[in-house]
């Protein structure tokens, strides 16, 4: 279940790209808003298989969760404040911290994977 809910990530970092990309240029991103949407249902599925696969919960499964889900409303505040043509930097700069730090929980949780071996 790791490799659904980190290919369902993977995807929605890209199109919240592709997003980012198409509001830049002045194009219409509402299909591509839908289907970023989308990936949040399975991103946030394959989470709750993760944190409930789990044989005790540690206090680090719940602040991930709690950050995966601070995750995608930023990805949305990102949106929707670009659509209405306001400065998004803050946003941009919590996402990074957000990121990285997700980024670290979920490679040194049990049920991550190992990056120093």
Partial sequence: MTHAHLTSLVLSLIFLI????????????????MVLRATYILVIITGCVLFF?????????????????VMIGLFEMVIVRKQKGKKTDVIWIAFSIVFVILFVLGFTLPQGFDLIK
């Avoid at 830049?24 to 808003?33: A, D, E, S």
């Avoid at 696969?53 to 889900?69: C, D, N, R, T, V």
């Fill in 53 to 69: 696969a789990a044989y005790s919960i540690p206090l680090s499964y719940y602040l991930k969760a709690i950050l995966g889900i």
């Fill in 18 to 33: 592709i997003i980012t990309v198409l509001q830049n240029k002045g194009k219409n991103i509402k299909i591509w808003h």
